[in-house]
């Protein structure tokens, strides 16, 4: 069975300060893999997703960035935190077109 | 463009009751495909149902059912009596053909009450 992981589960930074939330998924190859952020009682936004290795899409400009140096190695970085930055970010995998199954989030605050 | 409404923001209802979450949904593809997640106050979606556009066919899964019609680009969800571990944030989604990503409602909150 697929399962994935995220880590860390909470993370405290200051503004400034870089960031890197790495995401892996185990039991399957290939799969499409996305990055969403939840802000705090709101929906999720989706910010990147990647259809293999090195492909990478961004929905949104931003502060961030994302990569995929493996087939089921997924990681959201920045150089420089920004306040606005929290927030509630999501790893989910999906074989092509059909639903998307999500990590356990990596809750985020910047002070 | 929004593509999922979720009109309601938050439902409460005592331990029992049935409650019923509404989704519509606006494409223009033929061919799509409509989900349902759960999130838990853990945080963690968990997926609940994915429908074909070409399916039509209501959906039960134990105190869980789906009702999807096109004509009305609906795809309600009903939860028969309810109970407290049913308490979380429900999201409709979208998926166009071909498409990759997912168009999320907003979400609607549900609290049952003991």
């Known amino acids: 069975s697929q399962t994935i992981h995220q880590w860390p589960a909470t993370l405290v930074q200051p503004v400034g300060s870089p960031l890197s939330l790495e995401c892996t998924v185990e039991?399957?190859?290939?799969?499409?893999l996305y990055w969403y952020r939840q802000a705090a009682g709101r929906g999720l936004q989706l910010l990147f997703y990647?259809?293999?290795?090195?492909?990478i899409s961004s929905e949104v400009p931003q502060n961030l960035s994302a990569s995929r140096p493996q087939d089921r190695q997924f990681i959201l970085s920045s150089k420089k935190l920004l306040l606005s930055d929290s927030g509630f970010y999501l790893c989910?995998?999906?074989?092509?077109?059909?639903?998307?199954?999500f990590g356990p989030g990596t809750r985020l605050t910047v002070l | 463009a929004q593509k999922v409404t979720q009109a309601q923001t938050e439902i409460s209802v005592v331990e029992k009751e049935d409650v019923t979450l509404d989704c519509v949904y606006e494409t223009r593809d033929t061919t799509y495909y409509l989900f349902w997640y759960k999130q838990p106050p853990s945080g963690e979606l968990v997926f609940l149902i994915r429908r074909n556009s070409f399916d039509e066919q209501n959906e039960i899964s134990g105190r869980y059912s789906w009702n999807f019609q096109k004509s009305t680009s609906s795809f309600n969800f009903t939860i028969t009596a309810s109970q407290v571990v049913d308490s979380a944030v429900y999201f409709c989604?979208?998926?166009?053909?071909?498409?990759?990503?997912?168009?999320f409602g907003a979400g609607t909150t549900v609290t049952v009450r003991a």
């Open positions: 039991g399957t190859s290939n799969p499409n």
């Open positions: 989910a995998w999906s074989s092509r077109v059909y639903e998307q199954f």
């Open positions: 989604a979208l998926s166009e053909a071909y498409d990759y990503k997912l168009s």
């Open positions: 990647s259809v293999g290795i090195g492909q």
